[in-house]
């Protein structure tokens, strides 16, 4: 339910384009936060950069454990019932590549997704320009999954 309710925010938020910056928090889930009426949140973007980038743990700030990153995005994104394909297919290419890891062109493809993103955030591309670099990493990233 929870992760029904993300992707419908997502949705909205996207329409708002770049009038609305949105950050996603995620809870802690070590010990001390899971008993505590205020966790330490962590951003869901820095969180898929660390996978992306090969960290599996990130420190929390209240009880100084490791915690595991999947852990904590598989916690409220839980989507084992989705496939890369069917996610690419609804337009969630990040959430792809974040399955495809820790495959290296599955990384580059993400690299070059957040390179987009950031040429598109700063208006250094149009909306146009920004639809095509995600066609072509989406259509790079199937072609990559029938190789497998």
Same mark, same amino acid.
């Given at each position: ?10 949705? +909205?938020?996207?329409? /708002? ?6 950050? *996603? ?9 899971? !008993? ?36 904590? +995005?598989?916690?409220? /994104? ?6 890369? *394909? ?9 959430? !792809? ?6 495959n290296d062109e599955a990384a580059l493809l993400l690299n070059q997704l957040d390179k987009a993103e ?31």
């Amino acid at each position: 339910l929870v992760t029904i309710v993300a992707e419908k925010l997502d949705e +909205l938020h996207s329409t /708002f384009g770049d009038r609305l910056k949105v950050a *996603i928090k995620i809870p802690c889930n070590c010990p001390v936060c899971k !008993a505590s009426n205020t966790p330490h949140f962590y951003d869901k973007k820095d969180l898929e950069n660390r996978l992306a980038k090969g960290k599996p743990t990130v420190e929390c700030r209240e009880s100084f454990d490791d915690v595991n990153v999947q852990g904590l +995005l598989d916690g409220i /994104f839980n989507k084992s019932d989705q496939t890369p *394909i069917s996610l690419l297919q609804a337009g969630s290419i990040r959430e !792809a590549l974040l399955l495809l890891m820790p495959n290296d062109e599955a990384a580059l493809l993400l690299n070059q997704l957040d390179k987009a993103e950031k040429e598109y955030d700063f208006g250094r591309a149009n909306p146009e320009e920004f639809a095509k670099i995600q066609n072509r990493i989406s259509v790079a990233a199937m072609k990559m999954m029938r190789k497998r």
